[in-house]
């Protein structure tokens, strides 16, 4: 039985697998909950993108946010990947992995000087500055220790990528990048700066987004401001296209990777600027599919106007129910005969927004192991200690193989550095 998402996690008979491994064997042995991750899965994500790109200068940044785990980041680096980060944590984290800084950008609108000091330092890539303010005092930090900031200038173009309003970031209303109309005026500061090189343009115009069209005109407006911006003298050598491309939770039907970059490819040649250098910062496309969240049924509670099912993952293992409102599939790890019942699917968290799925038919008893499906991205980064909770632990799964990734967070780590106020105050 296939499931939506990635072919790497489909039922054999009355099984649910990841690759060649059972997940209620690993549910068992690792215990719950607990996030698993098909290597291959992200291979092969991360391989759709550099099939099409395949014969020019280009580098794939993943956005390391969707899912930061070190052997996560490994697995890209080692396939020829760059990184796209946007705190001086993830590059610590990015750096830890062993990746050269020369792969990485850094974007953010609030990159602190300390940040910005440090990725100098070890000699980033690219900053993706986002305000002509931002633009003062990273041109302030580079020439005032001798260094030279590579930058790229965040443009918001101003489409609609029809998506969740949270994760819209193209937008005139929207906290994010330089509004294209002042896009040049910026350019030619940046120019004028000291301390600053300029390299590229890039934008991101939002998350799960499901249609080419939006990236088309985000594209068509970017390449309008390259032909100003050189037209005064100011080369540009890069386009970076941002991430954004949805993965399917349920029914939607985002293009591939491979046929989304294709279509933006034959716009960049048809327009005269097949030459540049070609970026993407891809997160959720690259690891959503890949990922579940394995979870024990701690209790069904049969209710008057809804039944229950309560596991014992939550909201602060998993926010995207609670946060987006956002839809993830729930299946059974085993498939039982029955009986079926329609289920709202939560956590032991003291809260009613603490649901992980609303309304879901499922055939199961305490004790079964149920899995969320495609919760590869914003998931496990966006894990908190709410209700004294530790995090899950991570597994890596290659073919028949399992690797834990990351432990299991123990209560002693969660009140580690808290300090009792002295008796004298009492
Ligand atoms: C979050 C982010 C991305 C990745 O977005 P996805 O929707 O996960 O692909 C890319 N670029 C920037 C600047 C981001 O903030």
Redesign the pocket.
């Known amino acids: 039985m296939t499931l939506p998402g990635s072919p790497h996690i489909a039922y054999r008979g009355d099984e649910l697998f990841i690759e060649d491994c059972r997940l209620s064997d690993l549910a068992r042995r690792f215990g719950t909950p607990l996030y698993v991750y098909s290597r291959a899965s992200m291979l092969a994500a991360l391989a759709a993108y550099q099939r099409a790109l395949v014969g020019r200068d280009h580098l794939v940044c993943y956005?390391m946010?969707?899912n930061s785990s070190l052997a996560v980041i490994q697995t890209f680096a080692h396939a020829g990947c760059g990184f796209?980060i946007?705190s001086g944590g993830e590059l610590e984290r990015v750096l830890a992995a062993g990746v050269p800084a020369s792969k990485i950008v850094f974007?953010?609108v609030g990159k602190t000087r300390a940040e910005m000091h440090r990725a100098l330092d070890v000699g980033v890539l690219c900053f993706?500055v986002e305000s002509e303010a931002e633009l003062g005092v990273l041109s302030q930090v580079a020439a005032g220790s001798g260094n030279t900031a590579r930058v790229s200038l965040?443009i918001n173009p101003d489409v609609d990528p029809g998506t969740h309003p949270y994760?819209s970031?193209g937008l005139k209303g929207n906290k994010?990048g330089i509004a294209h109309e002042q896009a040049l005026a910026c350019y030619l500061q940046a120019a004028a700066l000291p301390g600053l090189e300029v390299i590229g343009i890039d934008c991101?115009i939002?998350?799960?987004?499901t249609d080419t069209g939006p990236y088309l005109d985000a594209l068509d407006r970017l390449l309008d401001l390259v032909e100003s911006i050189e037209a005064r003298g100011i080369t540009v050598h890069h386009l970076d296209l941002?991430?954004?491309?949805g993965i399917t939770y349920t029914d939607e039907t985002p293009p591939s990777a491979e046929v989304l970059v294709r279509s933006l490819l034959e716009r960049i040649d048809a327009r005269g600027h097949g030459h540049r250098k070609i970026m993407f910062?891809?997160?959720?496309?690259l690891v959503g599919n890949a990922g579940v969240l394995v979870s024990e049924v701690l209790y069904v509670k049969p209710g008057e106007q809804k039944n229950f099912c309560i596991v014992d993952a939550a909201m602060n293992d998993l926010m995207r129910p609670a946060m987006y409102q956002a839809w993830m599939g729930i299946v059974a790890c085993r498939l039982r005969d029955g009986p079926e019942a329609v289920y709202d699917v939560v956590g032991p968290i003291c809260e009613s927004g603490d649901w992980l799925g609303r309304d879901r038919t499922l055939a199961v008893q305490a004790g079964d192991f149920v899995a969320v499906l495609s919760a590869g991205?914003?998931s496990m980064t966006m894990a908190s200690n709410y209700n004294t909770r530790g995090r899950a632990a991570e597994l890596m799964v290659s073919g028949d193989q399992a690797w834990l990734i990351r432990d299991r967070e123990q209560v002693s780590e969660l009140f580690r550095g808290e300090h009792l106020l002295p008796a004298s105050v009492l």
């Open positions: 956005a946010k969707a796209d946007v974007s953010g993706n965040r994760i970031t994010f991101h939002g998350s799960q987004i941002g991430g954004g491309l910062e891809p997160g959720r496309s991205a914003y």
